[in-house]
């Protein structure tokens, strides 16, 4: 937000506005400014929203002086990724196939953000279509704690947006962790829903059966307060102890050969403290856990294929050479493929849910490794970047990602999985964690 804002969450921006001593406006120019400032390094922001945010922020100040409060996100300022239709603003989806298009009507979401008395601050970047690949005439977006690397993707804008203090809250999408891994290369949280929690109309959607929408913060409060703005209905925190809290860790997410030693170290001291307080540690295997990713990919590539088959007939050059390649994989993979991936895939659901009889969350590491330069590419071997997290979305549970320190100075994550439906759980368990592990400083920007 400002120099003396930029670290403010929702509450505390909340009982500023109530007592008088910040107005929707000055902070909504402050985060303006933080933007400008720190944009020629971040390319966070693909549409800042200037003057339609400050007439929002003064509707809500005009509210709140007629004795209107809206609740928690009453005058907040939040990003929204840019493939989210924001009404009378351009979607522009990170790539060249199409102008951008100035949207009718906000996403369903939006709308209850604004419902909820959130202000749009803008639109954010993201891999072209949130397909894995920065467009080359966009490119990537720069990660806060330091701008040589990416912040990831493809919700790589709301995270870095987030993580440099321009807004404490953003939305992002989630379909292999999209949201979960920038979250962890930029030391923030990121909160995946269970499937289907939040609404996806007014969604440019990548695969129908995978995607996910979600917030990013800087704490588990935060992202709670954003999840109930989004669905319409409070999820309350329940304070939590640590003694008694059965976490299963999924060893091979540890053990994989691609994962680094700082990435294993920072999240095993991480449920070693959580050890310390109480919590209970359980080693667990799943069947096939080793097929996850590819099947990840078996059920993506076509839906996205056939999402984007207009698209690609109307303009095939106007996207990066790695979206295009990726399409096109799509018209070769076999259907009977894909109907066995999906097959293995309820069966994985199926044992996950069972393993929550025994334990009440899993653990991860959120990406086996630290923030890269360049964004890695989506298809990679089985062991590929988006094993942890695109469990989460072959199942359909909720999932999030908590900065649990520090490697190489880099930001590590980690990730915990709870019972489907259960998100108001996850985010309790995740506060209880939040206050024993080590989180992550704020990056060196000022």
Not at 137 to 149: A, E, F, V, W
Not at 161 to 185: E, F, K, M, N, Q
Not at 240 to 261: C, E, K, N, Q
Request: charged share 20%; with cysteine.
């Amino acid at each position: 937000m400002s120099e003396n804002t930029a670290g403010l969450g929702v509450r505390a921006l909340g009982e500023a506005y109530r007592t008088g001593r910040l107005t929707p406006r000055a902070v909504v120019e402050a985060a303006l400014a933080r933007m400008a400032r720190l944009e020629p390094r971040l390319n966070a922001f693909a549409e800042p929203m200037r003057e339609a945010a400050l007439a929002e922020a003064d509707a809500r100040a005009q509210e709140m002086a007629d004795g209107r409060d809206r609740g928690p996100l009453h005058g907040v300022p939040i990003a929204i990724k840019d493939l989210i239709e924001v009404a009378g603003t351009p979607t522009g989806y990170g790539s060249q196939v199409r102008q951008p298009a100035m949207a009718a009507d906000d996403a369903l979401l939006v709308a209850r953000l604004r419902t909820a008395g959130a202000v749009i601050l803008g639109k954010t970047n993201l891999l072209e279509y949130a397909y894995g690949v920065a467009h080359p005439k966009i490119g990537q977006t720069n990660n806060p704690h330091d701008p040589s690397r990416t912040s990831g993707g493809s919700s790589g804008g709301s995270a870095a947006a987030v993580a440099a203090g321009i807004v404490p809250l953003a939305i992002g999408t989630d379909t292999g962790g999209s949201i979960r891994i920038p979250a962890a290369y930029c030391g923030i949280v990121g909160l995946k829903p269970s499937f289907g929690l939040v609404p996806l109309g007014g969604v440019f959607p990548l695969s129908w059966s995978l995607d996910h929408a979600g917030p990013l913060a800087r704490s588990v409060d935060d992202s709670a307060l954003a999840l109930a703005g989004l669905v319409g209905q409070p999820m309350p925190l329940a304070p939590l102890p640590l003694t008694g809290l059965r976490i299963g860790v999924v060893r091979r997410h540890f053990d994989m050969a691609v994962v680094s030693p700082g990435v294993r170290r920072a999240a095993s001291e991480a449920l070693g403290a959580l050890s310390e307080r109480g919590a209970t540690l359980v080693d667990i295997s799943l069947p096939r856990l080793e097929d996850a990713n590819r099947d990840l990919v078996t059920v993506l590539l076509p839906e996205a294929t056939l999402i984007h088959a207009d698209l690609y007939a109307e303009n095939p050059d106007g996207y990066a050479p790695g979206t295009r390649s990726q399409i096109e994989a799509g018209l070769r993979l076999p259907a009977i493929d894909y109907v066995r991936a999906q097959r293995r895939r309820a069966q994985l659901r199926e044992s996950v849910e069972a393993l929550f009889a025994t334990v009440d969350v899993l653990a991860s590491p959120s990406v086996p490794f630290v923030a890269p330069h360049e964004d890695p590419e989506f298809v990679e071997g089985e062991e590929g970047e988006v094993l942890a997290s695109g469990l989460a979305n072959m199942t359909g549970h909720p999932a999030i990602s908590l900065p649990c320190g520090l490697s190489d100075g880099l930001p590590v994550g980690l990730q915990l999985m709870g019972p489907l439906g259960a998100d108001a759980r996850l985010l309790s368990i995740a506060a209880a964690v939040e206050a024993v592990i080590d989180g992550c400083p704020p990056p060196p920007l000022d």
